[in-house]
């Protein structure tokens, strides 16, 4: 089974996280300028809770994702997941405690090594994890795992360049799910999906959230995929979080200014057009 | 007169498991100047479309039909040839904006890079170009310095550069892979009207690959669903929208989260269309949606529906279309 330490409720507490990144020098001999990603942010995320972060491009979802499983490394503030501080651990037990907490990436292709074929690809968190998995059982999970992200068993044989970009983010979301993670830790998880899969796999991860409480923190622009998914949503903006509430609330009555330009903003069938002119072919 | 044409052109690929026919004899033209959007689900077949026209198919493609763009049959041309079109005449933007980017280069060096070979520019001016370009595209300086590698850029950022690339040498038409599928709302706003202005203003055609009904609507003045390799129904945007005739058409919209917005607040279920796409090395005979169409009959089963005009400029390839208005 999984082992997920048992009475811990919050999976996820972030305090104060401050991040900066380096930016080229404008001259050979002025100190190089930093570019302020994170600045200050807190969250929380329940078990069984799915926190959704929306927020402009650039201002800093796929760093706060980065940084809350440890692949960064802030300036100030706290992460503790399952109620460990992840800066503190050492890579041992940081390996250990990431069993719990896996993450999808933005970018599919980038994400996946186009050397190796999709089973072992899948199969690398729980190879890392669990040594003892015998090969049979271990071709069953790798097996259960693409069936459940709506790919077939035989597919662990192929390469990822042999996918369509939506097929390689599946297999992203599969490995993400091998382990039976607690938290999940999606940047645009389906954003590189068409509409119809892309239900597939929210639906899904709502079937996963009731059927083991797994819980979320969620990255995505797309406000009406949050609808659907999330329970709470936190809004950013060049680092900060302007605004967090209950998604019925936030998106019902958006406060922030920014937030309501948020909204506004979603392309819908039936608004003015820019190239409203008929076609000939 | 066409810019672009698309005649049964039919690409299957060599895999071990045999020959997939990723694309069946698809066809359609594209006007200079004018705006074709595509849809479909994954692995339909849209950025093989694409990849042919920029000639970029993998090498165990085989293509039959033809490709005619400016006067020349694209499937005849040599490697050299493709080149001095490509990033000039033809340009494309990626679904994935990692896979046109060099990791190991600056953005300036990769903005400049296509007017330099193309154009012949030195550095300095091709560069002082390139500057131009992130501006327009919306990393102005001094906050984006050309001396920026990709993996400083956010996903978001990181399209915006190769959306400079891809204007870079003012092409006759834009191919836009789902160009802003990693951009919030707001620079997807932003970069659909960037889109469309420079198009619109030089005569540029676009071909906008989406998975999103709703850019299509706001973008395209004509648009293609694909199914499995296949054209399932195609006209001008508006008609389409008003009168979704393919049972396939229909279930995309649907399936759309934005569509179901206002309806479907705490309700968390979307709607799918039941079963998948049927796998490219055994693809049904007949019509190719049948096994997870809700209005299939006998007569779907024995041989692929042909297409038909149902008025002029909106035909459909199915026997039993829906006749009335798409419902709101
Ligand atoms: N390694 C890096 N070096 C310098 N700056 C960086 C680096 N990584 C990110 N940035 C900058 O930090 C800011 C936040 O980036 P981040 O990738 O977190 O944005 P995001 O909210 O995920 O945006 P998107 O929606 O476009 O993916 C951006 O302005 C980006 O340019
Ligand atoms: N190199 C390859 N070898 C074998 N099959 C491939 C290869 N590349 C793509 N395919 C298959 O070809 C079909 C069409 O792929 P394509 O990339 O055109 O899909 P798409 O419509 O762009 O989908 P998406 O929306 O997911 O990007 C898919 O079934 C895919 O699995
Ligand atoms: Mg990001
Ligand atoms: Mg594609």
Redesign the interface.
């Known amino acids: 089974m999984t082992g997920n330490p048992k009475g811990v409720e919050t999976l996820l507490r972030v305090e104060g996280l401050v991040l900066d990144y380096p930016l080229p020098r404008q001259r050979l001999l002025a100190p190089a300028p930093r570019h302020r990603a994170l600045d200050g942010v807190s969250l929380q995320v329940a078990r069984g809770e799915s926190l959704a972060v929306v927020g402009e491009s650039g201002s800093g979802k796929s760093s706060l994702a980065r940084a809350v499983l440890a692949l960064e490394h802030p300036a100030a503030g706290r992460v503790e997941l399952m109620g460990q501080d992840v800066f503190s651990l050492s890579p041992k037990a940081l390996r250990s405690l990431r069993r719990h907490a896996q993450m999808v990436f933005q970018d599919p292709y980038g994400s996946l090594d186009p050397r190796r074929k999709v089973g072992w690809i899948v199969a690398e968190p729980l190879d890392a994890l669990e040594s003892g998995v015998d090969a049979a059982a271990r071709r069953a999970r790798i097996a259960e795992v693409l069936e459940s992200v709506g790919l077939k068993a035989r597919d662990a044989e192929k390469f990822p360049h042999e996918f369509s970009g939506g097929q390689r983010q599946r297999i992203a979301i599969a490995r993400a799910l091998i382990t039976h993670p607690a938290l999940i830790v999606a940047d645009e998880p389906v954003s590189a999906l068409d509409v119809s899969v892309q239900a597939q796999v929210l639906n899904l991860f709502m079937d996963l959230r009731e059927r083991l409480g797994l819980g979320y923190l969620f990255i995505s622009h797309d406000l009406a995929v949050v609808r659907h998914v999330a329970d709470r949503v936190a809004v950013m903006r060049l680092g900060e979080i302007v605004e967090e509430g209950p998604v019925e609330q936030v998106f019902g009555e958006p406060r922030h200014p920014y937030t309501q330009k948020l909204l506004a903003a979603v392309p819908r069938i039936g608004h003015p057009r820019h190239r409203p002119e008929t076609s000939t072919s | 007169m ?1 810019l672009l044409s698309l005649q049964d052109l039919t690409v299957t690929l060599d ?1 071990p498991e045999g020959p997939a026919t990723v694309l069946d004899r698809v066809s ?4 200079p100047g ?3 959007g595509i ?5 339909c077949g849209k ?1 093989m479309t694409a990849l042919a026209v920029m000639g970029l198919l ?1 090498a165990a493609a085989r293509c039959r039909g033809r490709i005619d763009f400016e006067d020349q049959d694209l499937l005849t041309l040599d490697e050299r040839a493709l080149c001095a079109l490509r990033g000039r005449r033809i340009a494309m933007v990626f ?5 046109a980017l060099n990791p190991v280069k600056t953005i300036g060096f990769q903005v400049a890079e296509g007017l330099r070979w193309h154009f012949g520019l030195g550095r300095g001016e091709a560069e002082a170009r390139a500057l131009k370009l992130l501006d327009r595209v919306g990393l102005p300086q ?2 984006f ?1 050309p ?2 590698y990709p993996h ?1 850029l ?4 990181r399209q915006r550069v190769v959306i400079a690339m891809a204007l870079a040498c003012d092409p006759a038409l834009l191919i836009a892979d ?1 160009p802003t ?9 932003e970069i ?2 960037l889109i ?1 202005e420079v198009t ?1 203003g030089s005569k540029m055609a676009l071909m906008l690959i989406t ?5 299509v ?6 648009m293609l669903v694909m199914y499995a390799g296949t054209v399932a129904e195609r006209g ?4 389409v ?1 008003a009168r979704m005739a393919h049972p396939y058409t229909r ?2 919209l649907a ?7 206002d309806i ?3 309700g ?6 039941p079963g ?1 796409v049927p796998d490219p090395h055994d693809r049904p005979q007949g019509c190719v949606f049948a096994g997870r169409c809700p209005r299939v009959a006998d007569d779907c089963l024995p041989c692929p529906p042909g297409e038909r005009l149902l008025v002029p ?1 909106h035909a459909v390839a199915c026997l039993h279309p829906h006749e009335g208005e798409t419902p ?1």
């Open positions: 066409s895999t359609f033209d594209l006007a004018e705006s074709l849809v479909g689900e994954s692995g950025s993998p679904q994935e904006p990692m896979t001094p906050r310095s001396d920026l400083q956010s996903g978001g950022q789902e599928t990693a951009l919030d709302v707001t620079s997807q706003a659909l009207a469309a619109a998975h999103d009904l709703a850019v609507w706001q973008n395209t003045a004509a001008a945007t508006a008609e929208f279930g995309l399936a759309s989260p934005g569509a179901l917005e479907l607040p705490a968390r279920r979307l709607a799918t269309i998948q400029g709101s």
